[in-house]
């Protein structure tokens, strides 16, 4: 139980998941996270400062002052809870 309660504390915030599953695919750029997410821009930030400091992504200094944001590898090892999820809950909806 206090395993599941330390992962939570990570990626159990509104909009976390959702950001990892968006980084899976690979590096994006804020404004597209924003975009294909549709989160609050404030919460949005709030969140990729905090996987960045539980070290589930990092920053892309990209040119011209923007950045990219990318999974490190204890971000990508989400991949097969994230995809659980996404199964139980298309399964939860058929029923």
Known sequence: ????ARALDVVGARWALLIVQQLLDGPQRYGDLQRTLGAPTN????????LEEAGVLTRLPLHHNTRAYALTDRGRALRDA???LGRWGAAASDG
């Open 1 to 4: 139980m206090r395993d599941l």
């Open 43 to 50: 919460m949005l930030a709030t969140r990729l400062r905090e």
């Open 82 to 84: 994230i995809e659980s």
